[in-house]
């Protein structure tokens, strides 16, 4: 059965024109006028969009005691209610575990997906068996390594480790994710405030500070460089972290930036709120910043400097936060986004000339795809991509509350937010999933997406530059010092 989008403006990361999009089998097969389906959604007034893709997610995630409430059902369905059509999830082996057994684990949750999905594999111990398993991960189609240079004596890798992995990425043509913060600085921290006494929430910010950020960031890009790898930041959140982003793509370096809409439109007040719960719920790594951070993150996605973003999503209930009343270090980290992330973005970037129509899906769809190496299958409207498409209706208004929310968890960080600009229609592979505020997903209708290397084998320079081979210098023996 084919389905015709009639009538609405097509806006993708080049460019806004009219048109009507033909679907069939999943697949988009024809855009031009007066096109005519088996089923007509009217797109009047409305902007067609690629759906978003949110390449940042924690579902069901094993994590400080206990895992995140969202899994991939409950994750995906609030994804395409707020119009984002993929996610990317982390899967994450535990220290000495293999990745293939992790990766099986991974595949069956999210077996009840109702959108499409991919893995990103994080490499968090290093041995002979990591090494061997990273060329079978990238043959079941999973290009992207993370590395998290925080939670130290869990999930944390040391430098040699970061380094060893990285050249093991340019060998596979993969590309190596970090995030990036100081674990042993924050470890240290987090001890010095809790024997002065300082256990409650706002503790949490002060133990991760933005130069733990920005230190960890310019030092993966140093060690990314001479790798000769690209490297992707995820959830990149004060200007000490952006100014390194900067100053390496200056220099020709591959480094990509992804902000999160929380850190956007989130700061570092939320934590001196007077109640507990309201600073637990928004305990998260790294922390809300101040003005000035998000200032420079609108900047890096206006030039360009920031290329995405991304949520981190990774919610806990009211109950799981209280793990940590006496001891903010015990405080799941993670907060919730995936519904709002593309009408937060629309309402505090387009709707405020920030952002460009046109940068609005590069930021939430295009780039990332790109990135991924899943471009034009994901992130275009084109002829021959999937049909995972949003119906964005620009008129289209809410207060974003809990109550309403598909999300599992009992409160929004965004709770009472006045969003304007809406999904109108949803589509997953040609599906409609979302109808304005009714529901249509498919539990099990997500599929995998695979994604091939990014780069030939040995070939993912981070910059334009020949890496010599070490070179033994022949001395003359009589300028050798005596004894030698
Ligand atoms: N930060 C979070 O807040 N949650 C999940 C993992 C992370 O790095
Ligand atoms: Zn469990
Ligand atoms: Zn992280
Ligand atoms: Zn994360």
Same mark, same amino acid.
């Given at each position: 059965m084919s389905t015709v989008i009639k009538g609405g403006t097509i806006v993708t990361a080049d460019r806004t024109y009219k048109s009507d999009v033909l679907v069939d089998g999943g697949k988009i097969i024809e855009i031009g006028e007066n096109l005519s389906g088996d089923e007509t959604l009217d797109a009047s007034g409305c902007y067609v969009m690629p759906g978003g893709i949110d390449p940042h997610v924690h579902l069901e995630m094993p994590f400080m005691g206990t895992h995140s409430a969202d899994n991939f059902e409950i994750g995906t369905r609030a994804g395409l209610a707020g119009g984002t059509t993929m996610v990317v999830d982390f899967c994450l082996p535990s220290p000495g575990q293999s990745m293939m057994e992790a990766l099986a684990i991974w595949q069956q949750k999210s077996g009840a997906a109702c959108s499409d999905y991919s893995y990103h594999m994080a490499v968090t111990w290093w041995g002979e068996q990591v090494f061997n398993e990273m060329q079978e991960v990238v043959d079941r189609g999973i290009n992207t390594f993370k590395h998290f240079m925080a939670y130290k004596g869990a999930l944390m890798v040391d430098d040699d480790e970061?380094?060893?992995?990285?050249?093991?990425?340019?060998?596979?043509?993969?590309?190596?994710?970090?995030?990036?913060?100081?674990?042993?600085?924050? #470890?240290?921290?987090?001890?010095?405030?809790?024997?002065?006494?300082?256990?409650?929430?706002?503790?949490?910010?002060?133990?991760?500070? @933005?130069?733990?950020?920005?230190? #960890?960031?310019?030092?993966? *890009?140093?060690?990314?460089?001479? #790798?000769?790898?690209?490297?992707? *930041?995820?959830?990149?959140?004060?200007? =000490?972290?952006?100014?390194? *982003?900067?100053? #390496?793509?200056?220099?020709?370096?591959?480094?990509?930036?992804? @902000?999160?809409? =929380?850190?956007?439109?989130?700061?570092?007040?939320?934590?001196?709120?007077?109640? !507990?719960?309201?600073?637990?719920?928004?305990?998260?790594? @790294?922390?809300?910043?101040?003005?000035?951070?998000?200032?420079?993150? !609108?900047?890096?996605?206006?030039?360009?400097?920031?290329?995405?973003?991304?949520?981190?999503?990774?919610?806990?209930?009211?109950? =799981?936060?209280?793990?940590?009343?006496?001891?903010?270090?015990? *405080?799941?980290?993670?907060?919730?986004?995936?519904?709002?992330?593309?009408?937060?973005? !629309?309402?505090?970037?387009?709707?405020?000339?920030r952002l460009t129509m046109n940068e609005f899906v590069a930021v939430t769809s295009t780039n990332i795809a790109k990135i991924l190496n899943m471009y034009p299958k994901k992130g275009a409207i084109l002829e021959g991509a999937d049909a995972d498409i949003v119906v964005w209706d620009p008129n289209r208004s809410k207060t974003i509350t809990a109550a309403n929310q598909q999300s599992c968890v009992e409160y929004n960080v965004f709770e009472g937010r006045e969003v304007v600009g809406l999904p109108r229609f949803t589509l997953t592979r040609g599906k409609v999933a979302i109808e304005e505020s009714t529901v249509k997903t498919e539990p099990g209708h997500g599929e995998f997406v695979g994604r091939e290397p990014n780069a030939p084998v040995g070939a993912a320079l981070s910059k334009w530059k020949e890496i010599t081979a070490p070179r033994k210098v022949e001395r003359r023996p009589e300028l050798m010092p005596a004894g030698v």
């Open positions: 970061m380094f060893a992995s990285f050249q093991r990425c340019a060998a596979l043509g993969a590309m190596p994710l970090v995030h990036a913060e100081n674990g042993d600085v924050v #470890a240290t921290m987090q001890q010095k405030l809790l024997a002065e006494g300082n256990n409650g929430p706002e503790a949490h910010s002060y133990s991760r500070p @933005p130069e733990v950020e920005g230190e #960890a960031a310019n030092r993966a *890009i140093m060690i990314a460089d001479m #790798a000769g790898v690209p490297l992707y *930041i995820v959830h990149t959140s004060c200007e =000490q972290a952006h100014e390194a *982003i900067r100053r #390496a793509r200056q220099k020709g370096m591959r480094v990509y930036g992804e @902000p999160l809409i =929380q850190h956007l439109t989130l700061d570092d007040s939320e934590y001196s709120n007077p109640s !507990w719960d309201h600073a637990a719920q928004r305990v998260m790594s @790294p922390p809300f910043r101040s003005k000035q951070h998000q200032d420079s993150l !609108w900047a890096g996605l206006q030039s360009g400097s920031l290329q995405v973003v991304a949520t981190d999503h990774c919610a806990f209930t009211m109950e =799981q936060k209280r793990f940590g009343v006496g001891d903010f270090t015990k *405080i799941p980290n993670g907060t919730g986004g995936l519904e709002d992330r593309m009408p937060m973005l !629309w309402s505090t970037g387009v709707r405020t000339g």
